[in-house]
């Protein structure tokens, strides 16, 4: 059983900053990349950043970019969410996924944790 566990989320005020974490655990886990999602209340969850472990490359999202930092630990199990100049329209419950090949298969972000909230507000 594989676990991925935000933390970090909470209440902020715009401009504020917020680090998300997610910590991979449980049975061995060798991921190619993992990333976080977001989705805002009555919206469709969507991209926000992803980081790939081989050479640790990072892909955003445009309406973070700037603004968000991804980064991953040297065992490849955690993953940090530096978000800097908070937004309004930041407010989200934040997830972690990784994505792996398993038995040959490339499964994409098939991995979830839990979530995280972030609110932003005046």
């Known amino acids: 059983q594989v676990q991925l566990v935000e933390s970090g989320g909470g209440l902020a005020q715009p401009g504020d900053s917020l680090r998300l974490s997610c910590a991979a655990s449980?049975?061995?886990?060798?991921?190619?990349?993992m990333g976080w999602f977001r989705q805002a209340p009555g919206k469709e969850r969507v991209f926000v950043a992803a980081?790939?472990?081989?050479?640790?490359?990072?892909h955003y999202a445009d309406s973070v970019r700037g603004r968000f930092t991804i980064s991953g630990n040297d065992d490849r199990n955690k993953v940090d969410l530096q978000m800097n100049s908070l937004k309004l329209e930041d407010t989200a419950l934040y997830y972690c996924?990784?994505?792996?090949?398993?038995?040959?298969?490339?499964?994409?972000?098939?991995?979830w944790g839990q979530g995280t909230s972030v609110t932003v507000s005046s």
């Open positions: 449980g049975r061995p886990f060798s991921s190619y990349a």
């Open positions: 996924t990784a994505a792996a090949i398993v038995d040959g298969i490339d499964r994409g972000y098939d991995y």
């Open positions: 980081f790939n472990w081989n050479g640790r490359t990072t």
